[in-house]
């Protein structure tokens, strides 16, 4: 999806943000509760073993370009392994009994505009003070793309009437990050 067709499911559909602020903005979110060490510690192995699943992948594509297809075979067998890994660890974090849609979706949508509004803005700051461009440009896309997929999923959300679970901040903030980025486009 281009820049300009980035959704806006505050102008897309019927909603409007006064619709979507005065809906249950105590609703949770649905997030893992990261209160105890172990909590942490489950978020961290699976941070882990999902890195280790696509860098693998990755890992996989340069043996298999450097001609070695035994290696690369090695690598995506492993790399099959840690997703089921990282998907033990995920079922303890959410565990699968516990969610329904519109929770995933509500996740994922909070996940996005964390990576979106906080995340990369911060690592494109730290990536100016130290004269890294090819990192700020990285950071400024990807964090265009997550907004895609906030507003995705948000939609998504909308169509299957889950939005008012939705907390309004984060309708509120994509919003926001919409009108910083069409300002920026004109
Ligand atoms: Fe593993
Ligand atoms: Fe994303």
Request: glycine fraction near 4%.
């Amino acid at each position: 999806m281009s820049q300009n067709q980035i959704p806006n499911p505050l102008t897309d559909s019927e909603a409007t943000l006064a619709e979507l602020t005065s809906s249950d903005a105590t609703a949770k979110s649905g997030a893992a509760p990261v209160d105890t060490k172990t909590a942490a510690n489950l978020m961290a192995a699976f941070g882990g073993e999902s890195m280790a699943n696509r860098k693998y992948l990755y890992f996989a594509k340069i043996a298999r370009r450097l001609g070695n297809e035994e290696v690369a075979k090695l690598f995506e067998e492993t790399a099959n392994h840690e997703t089921a890994h990282a998907f033990a660890h995920l079922e303890l974090i959410y565990p699968s009994a516990e969610m329904t849609v519109e929770k995933v979706l509500a996740l994922a949508a909070e996940g996005e505009m964390y990576e979106s509004v906080t995340m990369y803005p911060n690592f494109e700051r730290e990536a100016i003070e130290e004269g890294n461009e090819a990192a700020v440009l990285e950071f400024q896309e990807q964090a265009k793309e997550s907004l895609e997929h906030a507003g995705i999923f948000q939609k998504a959300a909308k169509r299957f009437g889950a939005l008012k679970r939705v907390e309004a901040f984060h309708a509120a903030r994509y919003q926001a990050a919409l009108d910083k980025l069409s300002a920026a486009r004109v």
